[in-house]
């Protein structure tokens, strides 16, 4: 996933609540760093959830634990970071959340950046505007990879809210569109689960 486009503070407070029905928090990079062993246990553990879930091939699990430690090379873009896990649907879909300070961010270079990076294919902006997070944009980009001489396409979804002093940053990632098309109802969710922190940015 692309890195963020402005530095989050890790030493902001906020509070977070997600659906675990269809989200598995991934660990964090003080997680890693303290436990040598967090990364394979978090791996057991997600391909656990999904075979308490559904009947799994050792070929699903096989594929699972694959994807598993890929997004697990992603921890620490993001302060919080989610795999979408629908029931009984592969899924490789991630969403990253970050608050922030409003002014570590310029809306208007993000986007710029955000939609002219090389490998976007198409994009759509749309404007939002929220009672509890305020207002911003939501771009979705459809971009590909070329994996064993096949174009695979890749969505790419980002929400970036303004509410006074402070950002919002949402960005989800991933290639089984299936997956994708049910993750659509629930961004706007998960921007409702943040609670923005009640003081100024230091």
């Known amino acids: 996933m692309t890195p963020l486009p402005f530095e989050s503070d890790a030493a902001v407070h906020w509070d977070f609540?997600?659906?675990?029905?269809?989200?598995?928090?991934?660990?964090?990079?003080?997680d890693l760093h303290r436990e040598p062993l967090a990364g394979e246990?978090?791996?057991?553990g997600a391909v656990a959830h999904y075979t308490e879930r559904a009947e799994l091939t050792a070929g699903d699990r096989e594929a699972l634990t694959v994807t598993a430690e890929a997004l697990l090379s992603l921890v620490?873009?993001?302060?919080?970071?989610?795999?979408?896990?629908?029931?009984?649907?592969?899924?490789?879909?991630?969403?990253?959340v970050t608050v922030a300070a409003a002014a570590a961010m310029e809306a208007d270079k993000v986007l710029e950046e955000l939609a002219t990076l090389p490998d976007a294919t198409a994009s759509e902006l749309i404007a939002l505007d929220t009672d509890a997070h305020g207002h911003g944009f939501l771009l979705r980009r459809t971009s590909a990879v070329v994996l064993e001489d096949q174009a695979r396409p890749i969505a790419n979804w980002t929400v970036l809210l303004r509410k006074g002093e402070w950002a919002i940053m949402v960005m989800a990632m991933g290639s089984t569109l299936e997956a994708f098309a049910l993750m659509e109802e629930h961004i706007l969710r998960v921007?409702?689960?943040?609670?923005?922190?009640?003081?100024s940015p230091q």
């Open 191 to 199: 921007v409702q689960g943040i609670t923005l922190p009640s003081g």
């Open 17 to 30: 609540s997600y659906d675990a029905e269809w989200f598995l928090p991934l660990p964090t990079s003080d």
């Open 41 to 44: 246990e978090w791996i057991e």
């Open 76 to 96: 620490g873009n993001a302060a919080t970071q989610l795999w979408f896990t629908p029931r009984g649907v592969y899924s490789d879909v991630v969403v990253e």
